[in-house]
């Protein structure tokens, strides 16, 4: 068993053989059994399989492989290994499932498994009849097996797999009820995806937010692939809000590369910029914009990730400009970003680390807003009329109607005569107005799609 099976709560199958145990058990566990019998073989060595039960995870256990059947256990007797089943079912599961046969009824090794496990846990236990094939059967288990002791047996057939999910239900009920199934994992929020080239100080970024007093690390980092993931909590005045972390390793220039870890290195970032929801992208910003960090932006911009531009070292770049003036070189040399909120920081002193947080609260705000059709259209309408997209030959763009489908990032579709018709120029222009009049400052980029339709509907520009 490794280590994750054993944090698993325990589901134990127990039974006289020949009830349909092992049936019960390949079904439940799915495909994986078939593994499990080729890897054990007739001394059935592996009797525990982990297994997904309408999205919980557990572990499977034949008790009645553990003991009585295997080949070391042969002069074991009888009635001695459906003892050590049943203790050893009852000691380590959560839940246990007794397998009885619907159609021969109580049998005096029933009575014996009665009797064991009356003098355990009898709240443990599930009874489930199987064979149950037909209604008859179905009905006549319950006359048959309910006792005071025991709940109502459940009929099951695992040859017409009936009764089955009334089982897993009253599997997972009993692991509830005596505390068995770990609580849901902490919900890990949106992923923010700390970027820059090596230096900037995004670790000392990463170190300098964990050490804010309104942030709480949840649980413990996991190493992935690509970075270090840290789930966190920032804590506001009315609730916690859950972030993870993923602290990069810093990115190389792609042309400069030349060992394979450099290499490996470069695409651990790129995963990282795909999988994050939104990401600070870190700049020194004592030595302004580099071709680098340009390269890092474009990586994010060509995702389309919502993004923060943090200039660090903000102690020394303060020395030598004011912060407007510092906003308007990264702004001038990071166009294609003006999305994306600036803040000048100083991971060393924790200066502006607070307004750091707060710009993200505005993203997530924003990232929940959508703008009534009746409303971008309106402003589509009076945008085309100030501002019409520029003649190609002797034809237009026009606008038939707008409509927001998707946040975050916002994406808008945009219903034209003919989107061949639009230039790059005037879309960015677009996607820039409505940027700036609905998601000003946020983080969030536009996305605009153009899609061309007949001429069936009124036009909003002529
Ligand atoms: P990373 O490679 O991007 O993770 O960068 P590090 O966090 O390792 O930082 C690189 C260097 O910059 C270290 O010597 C840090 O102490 C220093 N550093 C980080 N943040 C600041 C800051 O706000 N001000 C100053 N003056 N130095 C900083």
């Known amino acids: ?146 006792t005071n002791e025991f709940e109502a047996p459940i009929p099951i057939s695992c040859s017409h797999h009936s009764g089955l999910s009334e089982l ?31 230096n900037v100080g995004k670790s000392s970024l990463v170190n300098a937010l964990l050490g804010e007093d309104r942030v709480l690390v949840s649980s413990t980092a996991g190493t992935t692939r690509d970075a270090v993931d840290i789930p966190i909590e920032v804590v506001t005045d009315e609730k916690r809000v859950p972030f993870t972390l993923i602290d990069t390793g810093g990115l190389r220039q792609r042309r400069r590369v030349d060992t394979a870890v450099e290499l490996f290195s470069v695409m651990r970032a790129e995963n990282a910029v795909k999988r994050c929801d939104a990401a600070i992208l870190v700049l020194d910003g004592s030595e302004g914009v580099t071709a680098q960090d340009r390269r890092v932006a474009r990586l994010v911009r060509s995702f389309n990730k919502p993004c923060l531009l943090a200039a660090n070292k903000w102690d020394l770049a303060g020395r030598e400009m004011k912060m407007r003036q510092l906003q308007s070189r990264v702004e001038h040399e990071l166009p294609f970003m003006n999305y994306a909120p600036f803040i000048a920081l100083c991971a060393l002193s924790g200066y502006n680390l607070q307004r750091l947080l707060d710009t993200l609260f505005t993203l997530i705000d924003y990232s929940k807003s959508k703008i009534p059709t009746p409303l971008l259209n309106q402003f589509l309408h009076d945008l085309a009329a100030r501002h019409p997209a520029p003649p190609q030959g002797k034809r237009r763009l026009k606008f038939f109607y707008g409509v927001m489908v998707d946040n975050p990032p916002p994406r808008v579709v945009l219903f034209v005569n003919d989107h061949k018709l639009c230039r790059a120029n005037y879309r960015d222009f677009i996607s820039n107005q409505l940027q700036a009049a609905f998601f000003p400052k946020s983080g969030l980029p536009v996305c605009l799609e153009l899609r061309s339709r007949r001429r069936e509907e009124t036009f909003l520009s002529n």
């Open 168 to 198: 897993n239900e009253r599997i997972l009920d009993k692991l509830r009820s005596f505390g068995n199934l770990p609580q849901s994992p902490p919900e890990s929020g949106m992923r923010l995806a700390v970027l820059g080239r090596p």
């Open 1 to 146: 068993m490794t280590s994750d099976q054993q944090e698993l709560p325990v589901v134990a199958i127990v039974g006289r053989p020949n009830v349909g145990k092992s049936s019960l058990f390949n079904i439940l566990a799915g495909k994986r059994i078939s593994i499990v019998h080729e890897e054990s073989g007739v001394t059935r060595d592996r009797v525990a399989v982990p297994v997904e039960i309408d999205g919980v995870h557990l572990l499977l256990v034949d008790t009645g492989g553990l003991h009585g059947s295997s080949s070391q256990d042969q002069d074991v007797p009888y009635g001695e290994s459906v003892r050590r089943q049943v203790e050893a079912a009852v000691s380590e599961a959560g839940c246990v499932v007794w397998v009885v046969d619907a159609g021969c009824g109580f049998t005096a090794v029933d009575n014996d498994i009665a009797d064991m496990l009356r003098r355990r846990e009898t709240g443990k236990v599930l009874i489930a009849a199987n064979k149950a094939d037909n209604r008859q059967l179905a009905e006549a288990v319950e006359s048959e097996y309910l």
